[in-house]
Structure formats: C-alpha cells, structure tokens
C-alpha cells in the first residue's frame, strides 16, 4: 500500500469517528422537496416565472439559494430547454452524452447549472461538485489520471470512490464533504466564469476597488446590539477609515429595495447579525442575503457573522464563513466586557483584512 492510499484511508478512519456515512436528515428532505417542488414530469411545461433567476421560490432560486447546502451554485444563468435535455438523457442513463449536450445548450462554462440539477434530481448517479478544477484535483490526490469535462470527471471520480470497499454505504453528499474536508483544493482551483462571454481579465478590479462601505444585515428585532455595534464604529471612524451603511439611513419617501441594493453594491465588508429572527426574516433572506452571498462568491466581499443568540446557524449556507464568535459562545450569554471584544473583534477585521 503506497504513502498516498494510507493517508486518505488513515484520514477516512479519523472522519467517521465524528461523522456518519448517510446524509443529514434535514438535508435529505431539503433535497426532496426540491424534487416534489419542481417533479422531473412537470418541467417541460414550468413558466419562465416559475423558472428565472431572481424569482422568489423559482426553480433557479432553488437552485442557488435554498438548496446551497446541496452544493454551490452562485450566478447560474437560466437555460431551461439545456436542463430538460440533460435530465432526460440522465433518465436513460446515458452518461457519456451529458457534456456535450451542456456544452450545445447550456454554454460551455455553465458549469453550476450543468451539474447541480443533476445531482438533485440524482444523487445516485452524481456527486455535488461542480467545479470540474476541484473534480480534478481530488482525482489526483488518489493517484488518477482526471478524464473529460464535467459530467465525466464527475462519474469517474464517483465510480471510482463506489469502487473502494472503504467507502460502501456513503451517500454521495457525504463523500462530497468528506472530500472537501480532508483534500480541500487551493483557493486558486476555480472553475470559470458562467457566464456566455468570457470577462476580460480587468473587470474584476475596478468593481472591488469601488467597494469602500460597511453592510450592516440585522433583524430589527435586533436593534440594541447594531446600536452598540454602530458605537464601536464610530469610535474607529478615524480619518474616515469605516463608512458603513444600515437601513436606517434610508430616509422617508426613498425605495427600501433600490437603496438597499445601492449600498450591496458598494459593499466590501457585510456583518451579518444572526439570531433566530433574522433567520426568520423572510425579508432578509430574499432581499439581502442572496445578493451579499452572490457578491462575496462573485467579487470577495467579506462576510462576517456575528452570533447574537441560539439559533440554526450551522444547519445554513452561511455555516462556511468563520463567524467572529463561535456559535457555541452567542452574544447572548455574554457579559458586557466579553461583548465588547467581539465587536472590536470586527472593528480590527474591517481595519486589518490581512491580519484577522
């Protein structure tokens, strides 16, 4: 057994002591009731309403938002007639054919779109990754030589896990995560842009150097803590280092939904005051979190969550940013002094990225 075999199998012994083979049952019925919400019959007939992205409870809202915990998909463009194709030649198995019908239909680089349907509708047959630089790179960490597009790295590196008698009775979501938990990839393995055009190599600059102000995202139930933490702002607005915006800026008579996307727009730093209520908020994770997360994947915003209370942080998307507390420790059940160090915690963070 070479040096390569035994670290991921000493790594795969490790991970099951506190982790099991099947997925969470919350996320096995979230991934069912994606599919009683959009079944595979009625698809050829959805709405472009009951389809578009940027439609609340759309099947592309589904797909980048409430099923994010199922795999990423950030800024999918909508091809309806392409994931109709795929999904019927999945039907038929017909596995070989995938890449070229997302490639002619989809777009080349439409790598979200292309692959995270597939993988809700069958997770027998897929894994949830559809990064195809990611796919290449676990391949490679168990001595693969990566073959194909998407869909083929995907199968390859599936049919070869199923092959392994180490790995009998994981779900594919759980061997997604064991994979990204123990061989995670260099920040620097991004799939391209899904987008129809390539952007040119210059576009990216400009839209982060405009991103200068502070997003504060809070449940109004909430308020008492954004105020002390408008204290700790202030206090640090030395030589205009930190503007920041809250919707209480918003002055009588001005669109809530036009100057709240004017100031994502120009965020660089969201903190994100997380409690039950803004879990809760239906306004909140519709109008503000779908655009600060597509601005933190799309452009590097940092996000910053800031556990006030107990609540289901970890069971959400937004479980893979570092909260500046640990959940176990909410806000909540802290004295003034301690809650003072954490927001000066994010105060440092906003002044020095580099070192937080």
Known sequence: MDTQTKDWQMALEIWLQQHPKTIPDYLRQLREDFAQHFPIESLKDITLDRYAVGKPDSFCYWLEFKTGELGSISG????????LAQIDTTRTQQFDALDKIGK??????????RGKPLYLYFPEYFLPVSNPEHLKHFLSQFGKQPKG???????????????????????????????????PPKKGDL?????QEPKQPDTVGPLIS??????????????????RLLVHLRAAK????????????????EKWHEEIKK????????????????LASEFILENELPRLLTASEEEG?????????????KHTVLKHFQAVNDPSMPLSRMNKHEKDEVWNKVVETILNPDNS
């Open 104 to 113: 002619e239909l989809l777009g080349p680089n439409r790598y979200s779109l």
């Open 301 to 313: 915003i940092t996000i910053l969550p800031v556990i006030l209370g107990p609540c289901g942080f």
């Open 210 to 227: 405009n991103r200068t102000k502070v997003f504060i995202s809070y449940s109004h139930e909430n308020e008492e803590e954004m105020r």
């Open 263 to 278: 100031a994502i727009a120009s965020t660089r730093v969201a903190i994100l005051l997380i409690s039950v209520d803004y």
């Open 191 to 195: 799939a391209p842009a899904e987008t």
């Open 76 to 83: 999918g463009s909508a091809a309806k007639f392409g994931v």
């Open 149 to 183: 597009d998407l869909i083929a790295l995907n199968r390859q590196l599936l049919t070869f896990l199923q092959s392994r008698p180490q790995f009998d009775g994981f779900d594919t979501h759980q061997l997604m995560v064991f994979l990204y938990e123990n061989m």
């Open 238 to 253: 030395q030589n205009n280092m930190v503007e920041w915006w809250v919707d209480s800026q918003i002055k009588p008579g």
